[in-house]
C-alpha cells in the first residue's frame, strides 16, 4: 500500500500543476476579460469569427451585439467567446 501511494501522490501533483491549474487560471481570465467588455473591443468567438462590440450591455446580459463587417452585426452569447483583444491592445 505505501508503495502505490509513494507513486500516486507525484503523479497527482504532476497532474494538478501541469494541467488542471493552468486551466483554471485561463478560464478565470478570460471569465474577468468576458465581464469586462467594453465598445470598440475585437472579440473572437468559438466559431473562429472576428469582430468588434458595438453594443455590450450590463454585465447580467448574456449576449452583447458584434460588428462583423460593415453594417452586419449579430448577436453572440457571451459564453461562446474565446478571445477578447482591448482596443489599446490593437494599437500596440
Given at each position: 500500500?505505501?508503495?502505490?501511494?509513494?507513486?500516486?501522490?507525484?503523479?497527482?501533483?504532476?497532474?494538478?500543476f501541469?494541467?488542471?491549474?493552468?486551466?483554471?487560471?485561463?478560464?478565470?481570465?478570460?471569465?474577468?476579460m468576458?465581464?469586462?467588455?467594453?465598445?470598440?473591443?475585437?472579440?473572437?468567438?468559438?466559431?473562429?469569427?472576428?469582430?468588434?462590440?458595438?453594443?455590450?450591455?450590463?454585465?447580467?446580459?448574456?449576449?452583447?451585439?458584434?460588428?462583423?463587417?460593415?453594417?452586419?452585426?449579430?448577436?453572440?452569447?457571451?459564453?461562446?467567446?474565446?478571445?477578447?483583444?482591448?482596443?489599446?491592445a490593437?494599437?500596440?
Amino acid at each position: 500500500m505505501f508503495q502505490t501511494l509513494t507513486l500516486a501522490l507525484p503523479m497527482i501533483a504532476i497532474f494538478y500543476f501541469l494541467l488542471w491549474r493552468p486551466q483554471s487560471q485561463r478560464q478565470k481570465q478570460l471569465r474577468n476579460m468576458v465581464d469586462n467588455l467594453r465598445r470598440g473591443d475585437t472579440v473572437v468567438t468559438a466559431g473562429g469569427i472576428l469582430g468588434k462590440v458595438v453594443k455590450s450591455s450590463e454585465a447580467s446580459d448574456p449576449e452583447i451585439l458584434v460588428e462583423i463587417a460593415d453594417n452586419v452585426q449579430v448577436r453572440v452569447v457571451k459564453a461562446t467567446l474565446t478571445d477578447v483583444r482591448s482596443k489599446s491592445a490593437d494599437k500596440e
